[in-house]
């Protein structure tokens, strides 16, 4: 515990203070007015930066000019708003600066910042500064008795310094429980309160085993006990950031509908508009849009249309992005919900090379159909279809699988092409395509085809399948329910082998 702790509070790496150039975060209008004045010796007619905790990065907040005696005073007419700082002399060399008070007073040289810290005028940096001298003293105590430990092979002589070891965890947990009841309504008191774990009882079954299932749901529950999610200063404090990634990213179970329903849970418990509101929102959506792992675009459709979008009378809960941002985010939404895993993938039908024979995949016989989209043209498409083409033969016929690989074919040398791919490569699935009769012919009479032959979603699929870049693949199974995306041939085979196992079972 005293080593995580440790690292928390020097989880900012010099890296990232060079990157201070970066616009300031969110340092509003109506911020209390702050003075925060920091003699460093050493650093006369040197420029100071201020930088505060967003999450947990650090982001360009203000500078100051350090006068000869390197006295610098950093007092911004937009004010400072509370949470954890730093203050940031060439080196880089930084210390980090609880933002709570009216007036803060400091004092250091450049030799060890930290080490010769002094704290003037400022209660809660005070407090601050004790505490991390005392967790620094109790972890080198902690190191030495772990590595005492580790030397011991003696039963006995192990015993006694494991009870060293668990009566200084006492001490520390002591500590900072005095901390907490001694400095109510500081930052600082936040600050520690957060950090330390939450006691819960030991969970056990009729045997007398641990219930290891309890014992993460009463975790999972009680995860937030020391946390104020009221209390928009602890967006500025990087131990929430932390506990929100590893709640988010960890703890919950990475199935997008647990994650959106434990998700709309914890953002119910802000007060649905102040900064710790808008974080976990902004963080949730930006994480799963973003997201590499299959199936977790529900999240974000979730998300956007939850907070962000309007949905007709009932206006969206997001009042800080510009709206030409917003619509362009809603309207990705709307486009992904309808293709999420577990929805019923839209109609699609269109015409073989004859351009006579329309095939409707949810007609075709077989329980999965891979469903591919190219275009004849795309180098990359070219490259990848005769690898499906080979694992088709040999695996995806035996389990059941079909291949609709729809081609864009809309004017004459797609068409040729396409054609001549097909017979290079021997690809004997089920080949369609947007062909250059029916694109000419839909756009001059649409009832030419429509309905009796498909639907203007079909001769749409870009924009239904949400095509933006090809080869793009969907797997459907025999209710024609997404249950993959963009799968190579392979992945497809694995998933349909795991899914046929699994309905066995069932």
């Not at 054609?419 to 947007?434: C, P, S, T, Y």
Request: net charge neutral; aromatic share 10%.
């Amino acid at each position: 515990m005293l080593a995580t702790f440790a690292a928390m509070l020097r989880s900012t790496c010099i890296a990232a203070l060079l990157s201070l150039v970066l616009p300031a975060m969110a340092q509003a209008q109506d911020a209390p007015k702050r003075e925060i004045e920091a003699t460093i010796t050493g650093t006369g007619k040197d420029t100071l930066y201020l930088a505060n905790y967003y999450g947990s990065k650090l982001y360009y907040a203000d500078t100051a000019i350090a006068d000869a005696k390197g006295k610098a005073v950093f007092h911004s007419p937009n004010g400072y708003k509370a949470g954890l700082y730093a203050i940031v002399a060439p080196g880089p060399k930084f210390f980090q600066v609880v933002v709570n008070e009216p007036v803060i007073k400091l004092v250091t040289d450049t030799a060890d910042l930290l080490k010769h810290l002094q704290v003037k005028v400022s209660k809660e940096n005070q407090v601050f500064l004790d505490y991390i001298r005392y967790l620094d003293d109790k972890k080198k105590e902690s190191d030495l008795l772990r590595a005492q430990l580790d030397k011991n092979q003696d039963p006995i002589g192990r015993n006694g310094i494991k009870a060293q070891m668990e009566t200084l965890d006492k001490a520390v947990k002591t500590y900072q429980k005095d901390l907490v009841a001694n400095n109510p309504g500081t930052l600082v008191a936040a600050f520690v309160k957060m950090a330390m774990a939450v006691e819960l009882p030991e969970i056990r079954k009729a045997d007398g085993s641990l219930d290891s299932a309890a014992q993460y749901y009463q975790y999972r529950a009680h995860y937030w006990d020391h946390v104020d999610l009221t209390d928009e200063r602890i967006v500025r404090l990087p131990v929430f950031a932390t506990m929100f990634d590893e709640y988010i990213g960890r703890t919950v179970p990475q199935v997008p509908d647990t994650i959106n329903a434990l998700s709309d849970a914890l953002i119910d418990r802000t007060d649905g508009k102040n900064e710790v509101f808008k974080y976990m929102v902004n963080t949730i959506t930006h994480t799963y849009e973003t997201s590499d792992i299959m199936g977790m675009d529900a999240v974000f459709v979730h998300m956007a249309l939850t907070y962000f979008c309007p949905n007709g009378a009932t206006p969206g809960r997001v009042d800080w992005m510009p709206a030409d941002k917003l619509e362009k985010l809603c309207e990705r939404a709307h486009k992904q919900a309808p293709l999420v895993l577990g929805k019923k993938a839209p109609y699609l039908c269109l015409t073989d090379t004859t351009e006579e024979q329309w095939i409707n995949f949810y007609d075709l016989p077989q329980e999965y159909v891979a469903i591919l989209f190219w275009d004849p043209h795309c180098g990359h498409c070219k490259k990848e279809l005769p690898g499906w083409a080979k694992v088709y033969k040999e695996k995806m016929k035996a389990l059941d699988i079909a291949v609709y690989c729809v081609a864009k074919a809309v004017d004459s040398t797609l068409m040729k092409d396409w054609k001549a791919f097909i017979r290079e490569h021997q690809l004997d699935w089920v080949n369609v395509g947007l062909t250059q009769r029916v694109f000419e012919g839909a756009k001059k009479d649409p009832s030419k085809y429509i309905p009796k032959l498909t639907t203007i979603q079909s001769l749409n699929y870009a924009e239904t399948y949400d095509v933006y870049s090809t080869p793009k693949v969907f797997l459907v199974d025999g209710e024609r329910k997404f249950r993959g995306k963009q799968l190579s041939p392979e992945q497809v085979v694995d998933l349909v082998t795991q899914l046929k196992k699994r309905k066995r079972k069932e």
